[in-house]
C-alpha cells in the first residue's frame, strides 16, 4: 500500500502540471486602462482648473498616505509628523489655488487649506484624521465637477 500512495503523489503533480502548462491567458491591449500619469504638469496647462484639482487631490492623497505611518503611535514626534504634513499640504494647496484664474476653485481650495491649518494648530491631529480628513477632500467635489 506504502507504493500505491507514493505513485499518487508524482501522477497528482504530473496532471496538475500537465493542466496548468497548457492555459494561456490573452489581454488585448486595448482592453488594458491607460495608466495615470504622475508625471509633472507642463507649464502652459498650470493654472488650469483640471490639472489644478487633480494636483490637489494628489496632494490630498500623498499626504493620506504620509498620515497612515504616523496613525499608529501616539507618541509627540507622531504628532509632530501629522502637524507638518497638514502644514505642507496646506502650503501646496495656497501654491495650486494661486495658480487658477477660477474663483469657486480657490475659494474650495483656501477653505481645504484652511481646515488642514486648523488641524496642524489642534491639540490631537490624530482626531482630525479619523474624522474631518475624512470628508475634506469633498469640499473640492463641486468645483472640480466641472472641471
Known sequence: MPHRRLAVLPLALIATAGLTAGCAIELKPESLPVPFSVAPTPSASAGVPAYVCTAAYKILTDGAVRL????????????????????????????????????????????????????????????????????????????????
Open 68 to 147: 497612515a505611518g504616523y496613525l499608529s503611535s501616539s507618541s509627540d514626534s507622531a504628532k509632530d509628523g501629522m502637524r507638518d504634513t497638514f502644514t505642507e499640504m496646506a502650503a501646496k494647496l495656497d501654491a495650486e489655488a494661486v495658480r487658477t484664474p477660477d474663483a469657486d476653485l480657490k475659494q474650495a481650495l483656501s477653505a481645504v487649506s484652511a481646515d488642514l491649518n486648523t488641524a496642524a494648530k489642534g491639540a490631537d491631529p490624530k482626531s482630525y484624521v479619523n474624522g474631518g480628513f475624512v470628508t475634506v477632500g469633498q469640499k473640492l467635489d463641486g468645483a472640480c465637477a466641472d472641471a
